[in-house]
T-cell receptor
Framework: DSGVTQTPKHLITATGQRVTLRCSPRSGDLSVYWYQQSLDQGLQFLIQYYNGEERAKGNILERFSAQQFPDLHSELNLSSLELGDSALYFC??????????????FGPGTRLTVL | EDQVTQSPEALRLQEGESSSLNCSYTVSGLRGLFWYRQDPGKGPEFLFTLYSAGEEKEKERLKATLTKKESFLHITAPKPEDSATYLCAVPYGGSQGNLIFGKGTKLSVKP
């Protein structure tokens, strides 16, 4: 158990809908990262927050957004869902500001299925 | 463009049959290399971080090594419970820590 929690574990929804994924980092960790894992693309970095502020952005679609709250938990919002958004979504956390020396610890993931 | 390539894509071993997984990378100025283990449907589990060429780290039957262009994960006398996908990752260029992952090596160890 990494100490990172994610809810829900599974989510099934329809195209065009909007969903929110939630992540609680390990106690004391200030950075939260979101990754998407699909069968053909592997793990892809989406976005990073550090202590409430956006720190880095990857290949995140405009339909997706995220935020980190004062208690450091984070939410990833996915809207206008398409079939291709079906994937595993992972949250990771690290102690510091996300420098290259930080080790990222991953949560158990949320499996999103768009029908 | 920064890239991480892992080989082989899949590896089948008999219990006790040692082998190595490869991770090659092309990044401008390596700032560290991470190895993770991932079981089906679960989150990646951190194994090792290597920071400089020549560095080695060990954990049970696993040993990770790093050269200037690649890293190896050596598995000695594997057991069925070592079956998993092994991922390597490097930090993206710049000061941020977001990781670029390889597509992984799926290891199956048969009793």
């Amino acid at each position: 158990d990494s100490g990172v929690t994610q809810t829900p574990k599974h989510l099934i929804t329809a195209t065009g809908q909007r969903v929110t994924l939630r992540c609680s980092p390990r106690s004391g960790d200030l950075s939260v990262y979101w990754y998407q894992q699909s069968l053909d693309q592997g793990l892809q970095f989406l976005i990073q927050y550090y202590n409430g502020e956006e720190r880095a952005k990857g290949n995140i679609l405009e339909r997706f957004s995220a935020q980190q709250f004062p208690d450091l938990h984070s939410e990833l919002n996915l809207s206008s869902l398409e079939l291709g958004d079906s994937a595993l979504y992972f949250c990771a956390s690290s102690p510091g500001g996300g420098t290259y020396t930080d080790t990222q610890y991953f949560g158990p993931g949320t499996r999103l299925t768009v029908l | 463009e920064d890239q991480v390539t892992q080989s082989p894509e899949a590896l089948r071993l008999q219990e006790g049959e040692s082998s190595s997984l490869n991770c090659s990378y092309t990044v401008s100025g390596l700032r560290g290399l991470f190895w993770y283990r991932q079981d089906p449907g679960k989150g990646p589990e951190f194994l090792f971080t290597l920071y400089s060429a020549g560095e080695e780290k060990e954990k049970e039957r696993l040993k990770a090594t790093l050269t200037k262009k690649e890293s190896f994960l050596h598995i000695t006398a594997p057991k069925p419970e070592d079956s998993a996908t092994y991922l390597c990752a490097v930090p993206y260029g710049g000061s941020q820590g977001n990781l670029i992952f390889g597509k992984g090596t799926k290891l199956s160890v048969k009793p």
